[in-house]
């Protein structure tokens, strides 16, 4: 059950310099004569997956603490895997067998002779009794203590710390009392819209906005699925939902010895479905007396609970900067990195002090503030379907170069899957400029560098995010994204003309090649060459393309040798573009696989030099042109005699599954009168729920699922007859 595997390296960034610049001084003096200073692990177990197994491992790396990896079968080739200097196979691919499996990880722990486990986030990261056990154990957890997560693990609980410890809290409900009644009578109270939020809850999981007071009952029932799932718990608290909030927490560390500090605040605002997709630090256009306030009130929370280690406190701030507290993190955030980027700390080594028993390694006067940073979270999910994740394999991956003020924080690569068990999350790109609009130039920059092809993503969304002139201005709020549909969904655009012409002379150099190893000869021949073309006896290859709606005919004719001329017309003949004197330059890349083919193709076009990545989907019949930047994705057409089968599967009057997920609740049967947008179906992918709605009015005349089936994207869910 033991698998030793070779250590790699990530590139090692480099921490931006400190200034002077002090927002507060308030800190605690260290004692005259400093305790000595106790050594770090010499090994550690990361009971998690993804980019934070990655994270942690690279700072293990740089202080020679060697790293223990658990996995999954499903991760048994992830990159944390091949990081880590030892693995362990911990169980099948959902996480309650194998990542939440606690027993399983102190058995591993005992068996590589780990002294400590760091978490991650997420998982067992804020499971109270995990801590207790490896405490009896003797193995340190490198975390808060188990009092500590308890009281800031139930939000009602910490709403009642943080009142007595002079923190501001948002009206609401926290008690013990759970009668659907009684909580839609305390909503009342507050006042429509409130918030149902899972007690034990995190990351948006088990949250749901209730704007009316008909439609408590059912979020209520869905709040406590999705919580019980999530969390092993159903409890939730009613509070006030301000119609147009900022999301800005705090980072906080504490030591053993007393010492208690904040690392300056992030904003957080801009989410999607109640989940970060953007951060930023600092915060923008803060009062200088809010930015001092927030902090000091942070502090004030872990005092509060005895805290030691990485934390942090959320508040929600209203349009005047009145700030509540909602929660405390107990772990390390997700976003991180951009404290790190701006303070030039190592957050992780902080942990890996603190819970060797030594100091912080500043305090609150030694800590500053420089530039801005942001963070953007790239996720495989398709923001124009509502957000929902994707998942498959990634064909092509590249990333823009690592620098100083570019990280990449990530834990697949080129080939890797995206899995219907996990978070949907292929990387964090994080960035720092001397001040925001620096910074947001770097960010735009890193964007336009980032391809990812095989499965959706929210890059482009995240691009168009990012030049926002309200965004620019730093007018953000949680309501954002909502506010600016129309700048941020625009209506797609016709691809250039150089993109057109580049797919499809790609499409012919690849159709050629294949023809030549199909078929054999001399590899000599130029027909065997994979920058020429094999021309039917016309002297001429007609390529067909689909962009959306918009159908291509693009025409590739011989000028000389290695030379064409390549015509575009559109689909009622009219001519697109010409293109003369076009000798392409093909080479094909790594990466692939079974699921496509990735090349690079040069070509002069006019008189603009195009240098692009192009990408061929086996999966959806697919041709991606990275160009620069710019992406533009074409679809081949399948013969008709090939959709007969499909059409005649995919029934007209059916809905299907828009992910691969599994079956929650059935809320229909055969025989049941639909109006248009009555829920049919609840699904949960990647931990989420989705509610499946009827897009018409009509009578269901067969279910095909039941509770607990997975079912494949695509398929059919539910048949049912119209009543026009």
Request: glycine share 6%; proline share 5%; charged share 25%.
């Amino acid at each position: 059950m033991t698998i030793q595997r070779a250590c790699g390296r990530l590139s090692i960034y480099r921490r931006p310099l400190c200034t002077s610049r002090h927002y507060t001084t308030a800190a605690a003096a260290l004692n005259a004569a400093e305790a000595k200073r106790r050594p770090l692990f010499d090994k550690i177990l990361i009971a998690n997956r993804g980019e934070i197994a990655c994270r942690v491992i690279r700072t293990a790396n740089k202080l020679g603490i060697k790293t223990v990896a658990v996995y999954s079968e499903a991760d048994a080739d992830a990159m944390h895997v091949k990081l880590a200097d030892e693995a362990y196979l911990i169980g099948r691919a959902p996480a309650s067998e194998s990542y939440l499996r606690s027993p399983t990880i102190i058995q591993v722990a005992r068996q590589s002779g780990a002294q400590a486990i760091h978490p991650g986030y997420g998982f067992l990261s804020e499971n109270a009794d995990f801590a207790e056990k490896l405490e009896l154990e003797k193995v340190r957890f490198i975390g808060p203590p188990a009092a500590a997560m308890r009281a800031m693990g139930s939000k009602s609980e910490s709403k009642r710390i943080m009142q007595e410890a002079g923190v501001p809290v948002v009206p609401g409900y926290h008690g013990k009392r759970q009668d659907v009644e009684f909580l839609r009578e305390q909503a009342d109270k507050i006042g429509y819209p409130v918030l149902i939020k899972a007690v034990l809850g995190g990351g948006g999981k088990g949250m749901r906005i209730v704007e009316r007071r008909e439609d408590f009952a059912m979020m209520l029932e869905s709040s406590r699925r999705e919580a019980l799932k999530s969390f092993g718990d159903d409890k939730v608290l009613v509070e006030k939902y301000l119609t147009k909030p900022r999301h800005v927490e705090v980072q906080v560390f504490a030591d053993t010895h007393g010492n208690a500090v904040h690392l300056f605040e992030r904003d957080c605002s801009v989410q999607r479905r109640h989940q970060k997709i953007i951060e930023e630090a600092p915060a923008p256009d803060l009062q200088p007396e809010i930015r001092q306030q927030l902090g000091e009130k942070a502090v004030a929370a872990a005092k509060a609970v005895d805290y030691v280690g990485a934390g942090t406190v959320e508040f929600i701030m209203d349009e005047s900067q009145q700030f509540y507290f909602m929660e405390m993190n107990t772990r390390l955030q997700v976003e991180h990195p951009v404290t790190e980027m701006v303070t030039g700390t190592d957050l992780v080594q902080w942990q890996l002090e603190v819970a060797a028993g030594n100091r912080l390694p500043m305090l609150q006067h030694e800590i500053t503030c420089t530039g801005h940073a942001f963070e953007a979270r790239i996720y495989a999910e398709n923001p124009d379907t509502g957000f929902l994740p994707d998942t498959g394999r990634l064909i092509h991956l590249a990333t823009p170069q690592p620098s100083s003020d570019v990280r990449v924080e990530t834990g697949v690569m080129s080939g890797d899957a995206i899995s219907v068990h996990y978070d949907p999350m292929i990387a964090k790109l994080v960035v720092r400029g001397e001040d925001r609009q620096a910074a947001l130039r770097v960010l735009r920059k890193a964007l336009s560098e980032y391809e990812v092809v095989g499965l959706h993503t929210n890059i482009g969304f995240l691009s168009r995010l990012a030049e926002s002139p309200d965004f620019i201005a730093g007018k953000v709020e949680t309501g954002f994204i909502d506010k600016h549909l129309d700048e941020l969904f625009p209506r797609a655009k016709n691809p250039s003309a150089q993109a057109i012409a580049q797919a499809a002379v790609s499409y012919i150099i690849d159709s050629n090649a294949k023809a030549v190893q199909i078929i054999g000869g001399d590899p000599q021949s130029p027909w065997a060459a994979i920058d020429s073309f094999r021309l039917n006896a016309l002297g001429m290859q007609t390529v067909v393309l689909l962009f959306d709606e918009q159908r291509y005919v693009v025409e590739v004719s011989v000028a000389d040798r290695l030379v064409y001329t390549v015509r575009i017309k559109n689909d009622v003949g009219e001519a697109v573009a010409e293109f003369e004197n076009v000798r392409p330059l093909w080479n094909p890349l790594p990466g692939g696989g079974t699921s496509g083919m990735v090349g690079h193709l040069r070509v002069l076009l006019d008189t603009r030099l195009c240098s692009s990545n192009v990408v061929f989907n086996n999966k959806d019949s697919s041709i991606t042109v990275c160009d620069q930047g710019k992406v533009a994705v074409f679809k081949i057409p399948i013969p008709q005699y090939f959709d007969d089968d499909a059409a005649a599967a995919a029934t007209p009057a059916s809905v299907k599954a828009p992910m691969s997920c599994r079956i929650v609740q059935v809320l229909v049967e055969p025989g049941t009168d639909v109006e248009q947008g009555t829920p049919l179906v609840v699904l949960e992918a990647m931990k989420m729920e989705h509610v499946i709605k009827a897009p018409m009015s009509g009578n269901i005349t067969d279910v095909y699922y039941k509770v607990g089936d997975f079912v494949e994207e695509g398929k059919a869910l539910v048949k049912f007859d119209n009543h026009e």
